[in-house]
């Protein structure tokens, strides 16, 4: 299967700047759309910013003019760069993957979607 690591999260203050990067390793998906989740102490998961393997990208308003989102599909990776900081975007924030496999000789695909651990956003005022 593949697997997800993230890193890079971290304590900083408010209009602060961290830098987040995940890799996709193992298995045999070919790698499609990757993106950024979070989710807030008591809220649901929600999306940050996904792209795609054309560099389509997509951002939540509430993001949306501060952080970026990058990847590298040599190395099956994604990165997240967020801006200007504030406490309301502390956050476990997770990566994902959507992946895809041929399974036979007809062609078959099978779509899978795969998370990363997450890491852990703390904006302080």
């Known amino acids: 299967q593949v697997q997800l690591t993230e890193s890079g999260g971290g304590l900083v203050q408010t209009g602060g700047s961290l830098s987040l990067s995940c890799a996709a390793s193992?298995?045999?998906?070919?790698?499609?759309?990757m993106g950024w989740f979070r989710q807030r102490p008591g809220k649901q998961r929600e999306l940050v910013a996904t792209?795609?393997?054309?560099?389509?990208?997509m951002y939540a308003d509430s993001v949306k003019g501060r952080f970026t989102i990058a990847r590298d599909n040599a190395r099956n990776a994604v990165f997240l760069q967020a801006n200007n900081l504030k406490p309301e975007d502390t956050a476990v924030y997770y990566c994902?993957?959507?992946?895809?496999?041929?399974?036979?000789?007809?062609?078959?695909?099978?779509?899978?979607?795969?998370w990363g651990q997450g890491t852990q956003v703390t904006v302080s005022s």
């Open positions: 193992g298995g045999r998906f070919t790698i499609n759309t």
């Open positions: 994902n993957a959507q992946a895809s496999r041929v399974v036979n000789v007809e062609g078959a695909t099978v779509r899978r979607e795969f």
């Open positions: 792209i795609t393997t054309d560099g389509i990208v």
